[in-house]
Every structure is written in C-alpha cells, then in structure tokens.
C-alpha cells in the first residue's frame, strides 16, 4: 500500500512535461504501439486491478533502447490504472519508472484506442495484468488496429493476461487471427497460483482452443514465448523481455 501512495503521489503531484503522441519519433525506425488496460475492477471481489508494470516497462525499455519509437494506448485513453501489487515484486524497472517523467506522462495520457491509425506502426504489443480479461476481448478498435497491422506485414504481439486481445480477431478471409496458430498465454496453473480462477471470465486457453489455437503451457512462472510468424505471444511476466526482444528481432530484420 505505502509503494500505491507513492505511485499516487508521483502521478498527481509531478509536474510533466505533456509528451505529444508523436513526439521524438525515429523515421528510421518503424513505431511500436504498446496496449494497456482501462479495466480497474477485479470482478465483483471490490478488488482493484490494471496493468502490470513490468509487462510495461520491460517490453517499453527493450523497444526504447533499441531505437524504435513507442506510443501508449489504452481502450478509453487517459489515465491506465496501475496494479498496485506490482510494486510488492522487486523488479529493476521499478524505480527507473518512477523517475522517467516521459513514461509517467505517456501512461497518464494513454491515447485513446479510437484514435489510432494502425498504418503509423509496424507492431503493436498488448501489455497484462488481469485488468485486459475484461476489457481486451471484444473492443471493436483492438479487433481493428490488430488485424489491420498484421494483415499489413505487421507484427501483433501479447503478454499473460494481454492475450485476451487475441481471441476474437479475425481476418479479412473471416478468420480468427489465432487460427491454426501456436500461442502462449497465462495457464491455468498460474490462475489458481494468484487466486483468480473463479474471478476471471473465461480461461485464455479454452477460448484459444476453441478458436482453433494451440495453447503452449509452459511451466509457471517461467519464461515461455511461443512465435508463429508475425504472431508472437509469452505466459507471464517473466516473458515479457523475452518476448519484446523477438519483435525487435524481426522488425531489424524486414
């Protein structure tokens, strides 16, 4: 709760520079959108939830270090609630994030989904925590924005619980995106580990099974990145680094 406070305090006392959207953009580089959750409510339970930061900032630092410019969207843009257990975990990024006034600012002032123009990215990475099984699924403009990059030789990438923006994708040919694909996702396993099976909606591999998906279940916790061409996805948080430096990868290598 004390590290909450702070990330509170930080956000709402902090004077920030206001980052434009395109702000700093590489033209060497092909831009990468990061996608995260508008989503507080841990089902009924009371419970608050959000994003989850390391499945933010190390996807975000990979990307940044690596010369590609990064914007930050969320389904209702603005302010994306931050799980606030994250900061019970130690990560290297932790602090690193509280100091970077341009990440703050970005993830204060999200852009919203509706504004994207998926032709300004050559990937997009949709970011967990547990806020995205309730929000992710049936945006029209995830659906949009990811279909519409992947089918421009684009990658569509997800971490953990971010999968959720995978599954009800489809394709001008009116198929599922995940059809007939490889993918990862947060496992049962892990689900029952941090006591949300009977909270989520629904689990990311049934739905990818029944999408006609292949669902890698790797062991918990560890790192699991499964790629199937441009679709590329990981299981939990310690995959999102992993992860990230696969899309960068590729993107090098167009």
Same mark, same amino acid.
């Given at each position: 709760?004390?590290?909450?406070?702070?990330?509170?305090?930080? %956000?709402?006392?902090?004077? #920030? &520079?206001?980052?434009?959207?395109?702000?700093?953009?590489?033209?060497?580089?092909?831009?990468?959108?990061?996608? +995260? #959750?508008? @989503?507080?409510?841990?089902?009924?339970?009371?419970?608050? #939830?959000?994003?989850?930061?390391? !499945?933010?900032? @190390? &996807?975000?630092?990979?990307?940044?270090?690596? $010369?590609? @410019?990064?914007?930050?969207?969320?389904?209702?843009?603005?302010?994306?609630?931050?799980?606030?257990?994250?900061?019970?975990?130690?990560? !290297?990024? @932790?602090?690193?994030?509280l100091n970077d006034? !341009?990440?703050?600012?970005?993830?204060?002032?999200?852009?919203?989904?509706?504004?994207?123009?998926?032709?300004?990215?050559?990937?997009?990475?949709?970011?967990? $925590? %547990?806020? &995205?099984?309730?929000?992710?699924?049936?945006?029209?403009? /995830?659906n949009r924005i990811?279909?519409?990059?992947?089918q421009n030789n $684009?990658?569509?990438?997800?971490?953990? =619980?971010?999968? *959720?923006?995978?599954?009800?994708?489809?394709?001008?040919? $009116?198929?599922?995106?995940?059809?007939?694909?490889?993918?990862?996702?947060?496992?049962? !396993?892990?689900?029952?580990? /941090?006591?949300?099976?009977?909270? /989520?909606?629904?689990?990311?591999?049934?739905?990818?099974?029944?999408?006609?998906? #292949? =669902?890698?279940?790797?062991?918990?916790?560890?790192?699991?990145?499964?790629?199937?061409?441009? +679709?590329?996805?990981?299981?939990?948080? *310690?995959?999102?680094?992993?992860?990230?430096?696969?899309?960068?990868?590729?993107?090098?290598?167009?």
């Amino acid at each position: 709760m004390r590290n909450f406070l702070i990330w509170l305090t930080v %956000s709402i006392v902090m004077i #920030t &520079p206001l980052y434009s959207y395109s702000d700093n953009i590489t033209a060497q580089k092909e831009r990468v959108l990061i996608v +995260l #959750t508008s @989503h507080s409510e841990l089902g009924n339970t009371g419970k608050k #939830t959000g994003f989850w930061l390391p !499945e933010l900032t @190390h &996807p975000y630092y990979e990307f940044k270090n690596a $010369g590609y @410019h990064v914007d930050i969207a969320s389904p209702e843009g603005g302010m994306a609630p931050l799980d606030a257990k994250a900061f019970d975990e130690p990560d !290297e990024y @932790h602090q690193h994030f509280l100091n970077d006034a !341009e990440l703050m600012s970005k993830v204060m002032r999200t852009i919203p989904l509706s504004s994207i123009h998926p032709s300004d990215y050559g990937a997009i990475f949709f970011s967990g $925590g %547990s806020g &995205p099984m309730w929000d992710f699924p049936d945006n029209k403009d /995830i659906n949009r924005i990811a279909a519409a990059i992947y089918q421009n030789n $684009g990658i569509v990438s997800a971490v953990c =619980h971010g999968t *959720a923006a995978l599954i009800n994708i489809k394709l001008v040919t $009116g198929d599922y995106l995940v059809k007939g694909k490889r993918v990862a996702a947060v496992t049962r !396993e892990e689900e029952v580990d /941090i006591g949300q099976l009977d909270i /989520i909606p629904f689990l990311l591999k049934d739905k990818f099974e029944e999408r006609g998906a #292949t =669902h890698i279940n790797g062991k918990a916790w560890n790192e699991n990145v499964v790629l199937d061409g441009r +679709l590329m996805t990981g299981q939990n948080p *310690a995959s999102a680094k992993k992860l990230s430096q696969e899309v960068i990868k590729y993107l090098n290598n167009k």
